[in-house]
Nanobody, 123 residues
Framework: QVQLVESGGGLVQAGGSLRLSCAAS????????MGWFRQSPGKEREFVAS????????YYADSVKGRFTISRDKAKNTVYLQMNSMKPEDTAVYYC????????????????WGQGTQVTVAS
C-alpha cells in the first residue's frame, strides 16, 4: 500500500524559503508521477507542481513558476518542493500525491495522498 508522508511545513516570513519533503513507500514508483497540491480555507485544492519519477520532467502552476522547484531523490524515495520568495498567498495546507498515470495537473487523477503539512507565510 502506498504511503506518502509530508514534512517541512511551518511559519516563514514573506520573502523567505521552506523545503517540503514527501517520503514515499509501499510501491516501486518508477512509473509514477508525483505532485504537490495546496488548499487554503474556503478554496479548492489547487495544483502546485508535478514531476515524472522516471524522467524527472516537471510542470508548475503559473503562480509558483520561477519561485518553487520540485525534485526527487530516487535513492531515498522522496520528493521535495523547494519554495523560495514566498508570499502570504502561498499560505495553505500542502499535500503530496502520487499517480500511476501520466504526469498531470489534475487532482482527480492522483490515487494516493499524504496527510498534508501546513505552510504559513507571514506578511
Amino acid at each position: 500500500q502506498v504511503q506518502l508522508v509530508e514534512s517541512g511545513g511551518g511559519l516563514v516570513q514573506a520573502g523567505g524559503s521552506l523545503r517540503l519533503s514527501c517520503a514515499a513507500s509501499g510501491r516501486t514508483f518508477s512509473r509514477y508521477a508525483m505532485g504537490w497540491f495546496r488548499q487554503s480555507p474556503g478554496k479548492e485544492r489547487e495544483f502546485v507542481a508535478s514531476i515524472s519519477w522516471s524522467l524527472g520532467s516537471t510542470y508548475y502552476a503559473d503562480s509558483v513558476k520561477g519561485r518553487f522547484t520540485i525534485s526527487r531523490d530516487k535513492a531515498k524515495n522522496t520528493v521535495y518542493l523547494q519554495m523560495n520568495s514566498m508570499k502570504p498567498e502561498d499560505t495553505a495546507v500542502y499535500y503530496c500525491a502520487a499517480t500511476a498515470r501520466l504526469i498531470t495537473t489534475s487532482a482527480s487523477a492522483y490515487e494516493h495522498w499524504g496527510q498534508g503539512t501546513q505552510v504559513t507565510v507571514a506578511s
